[in-house]
């Protein structure tokens, strides 16, 4: 067990390939536990999740995400530095993950509630450790139409589908892209201002 | 030290007063580091952090901040439920902590970057569980006109400012706010539905 939280973080990697063999629905619960505990605006606390583990739903979840995922990728729209991003790294319109991966986790917010998105994507990284520290891998996937992917999951309009999660034990050997260096990242009492 | 996420998780609490005595710099850095850990939109790493100790620096954000909060809080466009929902906690427009935490960080987002801010507030989940492990108290303050704050601190237009983070040990002895059961959060397969 990991007793530091940036060591848990900095082992965590996002994976997309996943063996489908079981993994224990106590650890995903786990991990949702750890979420719920996450601040939100006003402690609105605008999360649900829907853990799916039915494969006929994760297959029409796969059809229909892969459906938009085609058109974006063939589409015009596709930044050139982005395509080129997604082709080294042999990222597709197909997602196999969607199916492959034993439990996907679905996780709406409450769109009425202050700071739904920020609340539940602040939600999102507790899990994300927890998962990590549970040695289960993960994927912070966003379907590029969210709302065709909710319908298929029942979830009203009232609620955005914000992340599919899919969870399992890692089946790929790629590494963790690299971080930027802290010095990069932090200025101290004035943007671009280092310390003295 | 802490061995679990959900422990951390469940340990934290959002702190309004701060006590003004030193802390030590390199804890901040380290909740910095695990936040750069996260995993991010096509790995861009859009956050940005200025940590501020600089004690008029503080004084002109919070003058600012409080600027608007007084508007909005004397404003008629306030929902009746978020009114009673901050009287019962004594909050009010004015921003103590921003002058008394030792450390306020500001996290700040590249707009340009895909799923900037769900990325940024997925870091800032991890930076919170990481100052937890360090014992050091914090809030996710949200300013009501953020680009009025982010100009105190000569943040570029091209990034948005997403949450001013006071740290410190804390001052009040208020509890947690309660959070909804398990079984309140999670569906199975399909939204509504339980586990059977």
């Excluded at 949702?32 to 006003?42: D, E, I, K, N």
């Excluded at 015009?76 to 997602?95: H, Q, S, Y």
């Excluded at 992917?149 to 790629?174: F, M, T």
Aim: net charge positive; glycine share 6%; proline share 6%.
């Amino acid at each position: 067990m990991e007793c530091s939280v940036y060591r848990l973080a900095e082992r965590r990697r996002s994976v997309r390939r996943f063996h489908s063999g079981q993994v224990s629905l106590e650890d995903v619960l786990y991990a949702v536990r750890t979420a719920l505990q996450a601040p939100s605006g006003a402690n609105r606390q605008p999360w649900r999740f829907v853990i799916i583990y039915d494969q006929r739903v994760k297959a029409r979840l796969r059809m229909v995400c892969e459906q938009w995922e085609r058109r974006f990728h063939e589409g015009r729209g596709l930044p050139e530095w982005f395509r080129r991003w997604m082709e080294e790294r042999e990222i597709g319109w197909e997602k196999p993950f969607l199916t492959e991966a034993p439990y996907i986790l679905a996780v709406a917010a409450d769109k009425k509630a202050p700071y739904s998105r920020e609340s539940t994507w602040l939600a999102i990284g507790y899990l994300l450790l927890a998962l990590e520290e549970k040695g289960l891998a993960s994927l912070t996937y966003t379907p590029t139409n969210p709302r065709a992917a909710a319908r298929i999951l029942g979830i009203p309009d009232s609620y955005s589908l914000e992340a599919l999660i899919p969870i399992g034990r890692p089946a790929d050997n790629k590494g963790k892209e690299p971080r930027m260096r802290l010095e990069d990242a932090v200025f101290y009492n004035m943007w671009g201002a280092k310390n003295d």
